[in-house]
């Protein structure tokens, strides 16, 4: 799987000598284009950013706002979910049908869709002015 790939090869730049757990992702927009990120830690623990904002942050800056398609991978015991914030993170760029394949580094996978990550996510229409 190509996207997959993608947050493989962006997995070995990740920085986490403080949990020494690297995680890549990457994900494809309704253009086409593919945007990855890595966890970058921080001596400051909480200054850390997941893999996801990494990659949602790239495809920002280069002027994109729709995720078709995500791929996540770690070196874990089973597929890794994305965390709570970057499920809104996800949320905010994504459709609920968006499908995210959560891998291991030995090819292990899993796919859940955006809604089943966050059912109940907080949106604009919230806020009364979405
Ligand atoms: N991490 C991610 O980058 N993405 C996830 O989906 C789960 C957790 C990172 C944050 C931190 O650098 C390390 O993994 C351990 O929590």
Redesign the pocket.
């Known amino acids: 799987m190509p996207l997959l790939d993608a947050a493989r090869a962006v997995r070995e730049n990740a920085h ?1 000598p403080y ?1 020494r ?1 690297k ?1 890549g ?1 990457a994900l494809r927009t309704t253009t086409g284009a593919v945007f990855s990120g890595c ?1 970058v ?1 921080n001596v400051a623990y909480p200054e ?1 950013t ?3 904002a990494g990659a949602i942050a790239a495809m920002v800056a280069a002027g994109e706002t729709r995720i078709a398609e995500v791929a ?1 991978i770690a070196d874990s015991p089973s597929p ?4 709570g914030g ?1 499920r809104q993170k996800l949320a905010e760029f994504a459709d609920g049908d968006v499908v995210v394949t959560m891998a291991t580094t030995a090819g292990q996978s899993a796919t859940l869709t955006v809604a089943e990550l966050l059912p109940g996510r907080f949106a604009a229409d919230h806020m009364g002015n979405g």
Do not use: I, M
Request: with cysteine; net charge negative; proline share 12%.
């Open positions: 986490a949990s757990f995680v992702a966890n830690e850390g997941c893999a996801e996540v890794v979910p994305p965390c970057c």
